[in-house]
Structures are given as C-alpha cells and as structure tokens.
C-alpha cells in the first residue's frame, strides 16, 4: 500500500512536483477518520473496494493523523481507539492500495466542500466517492451528502453512501456501530462488545505508548486493574493500569485484550 501526505497531493496541485499521483490511474476513495476500523467502516470500505475494482480502479482512503473528535473534541474526549499506525496496517490487510494522511489544520478546516473535492477528482484523479450516509465535509462540514451527489453527477464521479451499521445485544434495543459507543464500552471494561463491534480485539500500541513518555496515552486506556492480555508473539502479558496510566509498560510492541 502506498503512503501519501495531504503535502504530497498540494505539491502536486500547485506544480511543485512533477509526479503524477499514483502514475494518472483512476481511483476511488473514501474520507474518515476511521478509528478503531469497526464493522461500520468495514461495510463502507467493502463497499468502495467492490465498486472500484469492477470499475479497475486503485481504491483507497483520505483519513487523519488523528481522529476527528479528538480534535475538535478534545475536552470530553476519551481517546483514540487506534494509533495511525494500527489505522495503516489495518487499511493494508483490507486490501487498499493508498493512504492519503492529512494534518488538520485550519488550513485544510477553512477549505470549502467544492475544492476539498476537486482537488480529489483532479489531482487523485477520482471516479468513485464512497461516504457514509451522514458525511460531510468542507468549511463547518457545509457541504452534506445532497451537496456532494449533486458535485458527483455534474462531474460524472460515482457516488455512493452507505447506511449505518447497527447491532443488538441483550435487548430489543438496536445501537448504531461507533467509534464513540465503542470507547464507551471500552471505558466500562466491555470488552467482548468491543471485540464484537471491532472485529477483533482491543490492542493496546505500547510501542507509540512508549513514544509518547510521560505525556497523555494516544490511545484510550480501560478503567484501571489488572489485565490478561496477549503480545504480538500470542505471549501472556500482566498489565497493569493504575490511575488512568500504565503501571509498567510490557517490553513489546503491542497487546491485545483477549
């Protein structure tokens, strides 16, 4: 899977590099933050892979170096679900072929809808748009899914939204798959719903939990106690949160609550 910066793409849009991104090969592409990879967005990048390669396009994502909310939402914010590095090799094991990873930034956050999406279609060179049902983008996310069907028609680019995913567990009750009502059970300790949800388990990323020192985990902590969790080598591995923090960071790479 190839690796783009939002950088790369302006180059390429203000003439400053001579490469054509991806070589001209027509592409579909869906945009998100994408956090944790639950079945939501896997239904939704199932959906843009079918439809890109019946057409023979190279599919791929336009996501952020961290999520959206923890962004915008910082103050109730309970932490990412993936570091970008987890979002990256999940991507690749789905079977994408590009990554486009953006900084946001006032910037990129006072573009308006209509350029964010031309710059896709003429420097990515886009045929197929694939979005869940509530996207938005664009200055103040303005520019909503009936704005961007109609951007789509008139520039002969595919587009298509998926409806939410939904599960019941317990209850008659349906709920809508999230990323938000995954860190909520998460922060219950819930971790066979989580693992539902995501399908697969909750993984801790010590290695960017290392990285990051004494500052704030970038990844959202279950509530503090003592865990059986399993390294990357399927290894045991005593972990300990105390605090909100991790008492002793296992020497390895990651941990999978199992």
């Not at 103050?75 to 990256?88: A, K, N």
């Not at 869940?132 to 028609?153: M, N």
């Not at 010590?206 to 059986?228: H, M, T």
């Not at 105390?242 to 296992?250: A, F, M, Q, T």
């Amino acid at each position: 899977m190839k690796l783009f910066t939002w950088n790369d793409i302006l180059s390429i849009l203000n003439g400053d590099s001579n490469a054509d991104f991806l070589g001209g090969v027509k592409t579909g592409i869906s945009v998100g933050s994408f956090d944790g990879l639950h079945k939501g967005h896997r239904k939704l990048l199932g959906e843009l892979l079918n439809a890109g390669r019946a057409r023979g396009l190279a599919c791929g994502v336009l996501t952020f170096s961290r999520p959206l909310p923890g962004i915008k939402h910082s103050g109730d914010y309970m932490g990412d679900l993936s570091t970008l590095d987890q979002r990256i090799r999940l991507f690749e094991e789905l079977g994408l072929d590009f990554a486009i990873i953006v900084d946001f930034d006032d910037s990129f956050a006072s573009m308006m809808g209509a350029d964010f999406l031309n710059i896709l279609l003429n420097v990515c060179n886009m045929e197929l748009l694939a979005e869940g049902i509530d996207f938005r983008c664009g200055f103040k996310g303005a520019t909503d899914a009936q704005a961007i069907r109609y951007w789509a028609d008139q520039n002969k680019v595919e587009s298509i939204f998926v409806d939410a995913v939904y599960f019941r567990e317990g209850t008659d009750e349906e709920e809508r798959i999230s990323s938000s009502y995954i860190r909520k059970m998460l922060s219950r300790g819930f971790f066979t719903t989580a693992q539902e949800l995501l399908e697969r388990p909750y993984e801790l990323d010590i290695a960017a939990i290392r990285r990051a020192a004494n500052e704030k985990s970038p990844q959202l902590l279950p509530p503090d106690g003592l865990y059986r969790t399993e390294n990357e080598k399927g290894e045991l591995v005593r972990l300990e949160i105390k605090n909100g923090k991790i008492v002793s960071l296992p020497a390895c790479n990651s941990v999978k609550f199992v």
